[in-house]
T-cell receptor
C-alpha cells in the first residue's frame, strides 16, 4: 500500500526566506507524486507533478520539488517566500496500478510573516 | 477552458432535508472524484467514477449518501436525510485519461452547513 507523510503540520517563515515543505512517501512500485496548494475558501490547485521524467520538477509560482528515490522524499521548495504563498499544501502519491486514486498527506499550513 | 464547475457554492439546510450537490467535470476528462474536507478528518475520498461507472465507493460514509454520473459531463452527490455531522466542504475533481496523466483538477467546492 502507498502512503504519504508530511512532516510538520504548520510551518512559519519570514517573507523572503526559503520555503521547505517536507513530504516522504512509501510505495513498492514507481510512484507518481504531486503537490497541491489550497488557498482559503478555494479548491486544491496543482502546483507540480513528478511522473518519472526529470527528478527536479518546476511548478507554478516559483515552486519546485526534487524526487529522491533513495530518501523516498519529494520535498517542496521556493527560494523566497511571498506573503501570497500563505496557504495549505498537500502532497499526494499514486501509481499506474492504483486505479487513479491519489493517496493524500494531511497537509502543511504555511504562514508567511512580514 | 472552464475548470470543474460545482453548484451550489454554499448550501445551508436543516437536519433531515435532502441535499443535492452537482458537478460538471472538465470536458474530455474520464474520471471524476467526490471528496469531503473537514478540519477534523482532512480530505476524504468518498467515491470515484471512471467512464461514468462507479469504481470505488468505499469512502461513502453510509447509506444516506449516494452518487450518480448519468453522463460524462454531469455528476451528483446526494445526502438524504442530512445530519449536522455532514457539514463540510465537498469537492469534485476530474482527471484526464491515463497514462500519462494521473493528476486531478478540483472544483471550488460546495460548503454545506446542516443545522
Amino acid at each position: 500500500a502507498q502512503s504519504v507523510t508530511q512532516l510538520g503540520s504548520h510551518v512559519s517563515v519570514s517573507e523572503g526566506a526559503l520555503v521547505l515543505l517536507r513530504c516522504n512517501y512509501s510505495s513498492s512500485v514507481p510512484p507518481y507524486l504531486f503537490w497541491y496548494v489550497q488557498y482559503p475558501n478555494q479548491g486544491l490547485q496543482l502546483l507540480l507533478k513528478y511522473t518519472s521524467a526529470a527528478t527536479l520538477v518546476k511548478g507554478i509560482n516559483g515552486f519546485e520539488a526534487e524526487f529522491k528515490k533513495s530518501e523516498t522524499s519529494f520535498h517542496l521548495t521556493k527560494p523566497s517566500a511571498h506573503m501570497s504563498d500563505a496557504a495549505e499544501y498537500f502532497c499526494a502519491v499514486t501509481s499506474a496500478g492504483n486505479n487513479r486514486k491519489l493517496i493524500w498527506g494531511l497537509g502543511t499550513s504555511l504562514a508567511v510573516n512580514p | 477552458d472552464a475548470g470543474v464547475i460545482q453548484s451550489p457554492r454554499h448550501e445551508v439546510t436543516e437536519m433531515g432535508q435532502e441535499v443535492t450537490l452537482r458537478c460538471k467535470p472538465i470536458s474530455g476528462h474520464n474520471s471524476l472524484f467526490w471528496y469531503r474536507q473537514t478540519m477534523m478528518r482532512g480530505l476524504e475520498l468518498l467515491i470515484y467514477f471512471n467512464n461514468n461507472v462507479p469504481i470505488d465507493d468505499s469512502g461513502m460514509p453510509e447509506d444516506r449518501f449516494s452518487a450518480k454520473m448519468p453522463n460524462a459531463s454531469f455528476s451528483t452527490l446526494k445526502i438524504q436525510p442530512s445530519e449536522p455531522r455532514d457539514s463540510a466542504v465537498y469537492f469534485c475533481a476530474s482527471s484526464p485519461p491515463a497514462p500519462p496523466s494521473y493528476e486531478q483538477y478540483f472544483g471550488p467546492g460546495t460548503r454545506l452547513t446542516v443545522t
